[in-house]
């Protein structure tokens, strides 16, 4: 390895970030190693199994105007395993029946969200007059100006004329879900982002995709094939413990411009992980690799302790501990019958935030049944994350039955829970500037991660474009080398790349009790609860 030839990128971390980084990388005719700390690929989206039954971690969604990660899906032949509605729709419930629909029109935006806000029957007549007062001011704002980084989300509404009813009933339907932190508490500049891009911009820009297959085979089996299948070495549980830069040349590499890392693993990578036709001449006993330049796409937490000295200045570094971190709590609820015929729902006046309909994704009903799976994600569920899954049931089966009035009859047959303690970043005010650029004072070390500075929200599509954006900088400062020179691209749409390969699920059992589902501190419930929720 490192001999002449392409330039052989390490890329550190397996989630979206580092998955898109390393086909971006490979696609261009680098040498690409993967090196994820994990069993498995797809990092924060992940599945496991239970008892037979698929469960993602944590649900998520994305919208039309998520341009980056709808071209990653692309590129792995999942377009149509992650469809988006044909318009915006969204069914707002609440305890005793009431119920509202936020639907879109045609009409070009920010016009084709009017007409449900005009009829939004959980505001006054009074609040609904005054909802486009802030819709209208938000255009103006520049989310790039750091002054805005300054204010919280909540203030900036209740400056504009939404008082606290209109923040929880609307507001908080949308930004707390995106930003994972209690509306009000939100940077006034990534809520700019979502309500700009999402509600005020194309009129499809908000049209939600709702993945139909397990996150792990949308992702991390399918991510694994393609890189597969373009020729880079996947190396799972493969976690880093440092990386060395060492002087140019030293490694034999082929690079005139960069020194070159040395990249040490904690323990030896396993020969049976890695690609089978792929080239690397690593030694796979070996519990270190050099490479010509690296992409470290790994948490923040993590990132500052690998981050070599000299990369960055250490107050940079050490602010990164600011972005904090927040938990996203995912309860899942099995009836013996079918409760709601919709596919997904919003909630006003309930501690549900959204629920989903996962009976199908699952597999739940395989062979035969009527059962419903229902999934409730709570963001900013700093309230939830520590409470015993028995008490959660005690608050959430019966607030499930205020909204869906079929589950007053109904059976749960099972109730667990899913916690990702550190789902995100905290998205609060002053967090702006703690977001790094990809570039470092190394040439060839760069970063990505939806928590590096993307301009969006820490979501999937932020990961994508950081993966993109990192390899871009690569370009750019790195490496000159031919197979850099090509990579990446300005446009952070597909690349058209066109693999297709779906591979079964590398999920683990929940069953003996916590799960790790590949983030620091995330679990599944006790088996205690898990099995006091059987009947
Ligand atoms: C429950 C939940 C719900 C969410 N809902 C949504 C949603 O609806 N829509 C949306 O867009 N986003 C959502 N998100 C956010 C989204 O999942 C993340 O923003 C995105 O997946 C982050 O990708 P990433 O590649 O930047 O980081 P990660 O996914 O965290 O990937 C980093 C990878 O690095 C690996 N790693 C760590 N240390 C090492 C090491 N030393 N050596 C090697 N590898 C290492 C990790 O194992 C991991 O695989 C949600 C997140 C959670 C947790």
Partial sequence: MNGPGPPHVAVIGGGLAGITAA?????????VTLLEARPRLGGATCSFSRDGLVVDTGQHVFLGCCTAYRGLLAQLGMTAHAPLQRRFDV??????????????TALPGPLHMLPALARYSFLSLAERAVVSRPALAMRGLDPGDPALDAQRFGDWLAAHGQDERSRRALWDLFTVSALNIAGDDASLTLAATVVKTGLLGKNNAADIGVPARPLGELHGDAGGAHLTALGAQVHLNAKVTAIEPIPAGRHGGNAATAPGFRIRLARPVDPASAAPDATDT????????????????????VAARLIPPGALPPATVGGWAGLGASPIVNVHVIYDRPVTDLPFAAAVDSPVQWVFDRTAISGLNRTSGQAQYLAISLSAADE?????????REQFVPALAGLFPAARDATVTEFFVTRER??????????????PKPGTHLPGLVLAGAWTDTGWPDTMEGAVRSGLSAVIELRHTGLSAPGLSGAGSSDTGSS????????????????????????????????????EGRQ
């Fill in 23 to 31: 086909i971006a990388l490979a696609e261009s005719g680098s040498q």
């Fill in 91 to 104: 069914t707002v419930l609440a305890p005793g029946g009431r119920r509202a629909r936020l639907r879109r």
């Fill in 282 to 301: 690593q030694d796979a006993a070996a519990a270190e690799l050099s490479a010509d330049a690296v992409v470290l796409a790994v948490p923040h937490e």
């Fill in 384 to 392: 939830y994350v520590d409470v015993p899954a028995a008490q959660l």
């Fill in 422 to 435: 550190r789902a995100t970043f905290r998205q609060v005010p002053g967090t702006a500037a703690l977001r």
């Fill in 496 to 531: 058209g790349a066109g693999f297709s390969r779906t591979g079964s699920s590398q999920a683990g059992s929940s069953r003996t009790g916590y799960v790790d589902s590949g983030l620091p501190g995330s679990e599944v419930n006790a088996p205690a609860s898990t099995m």
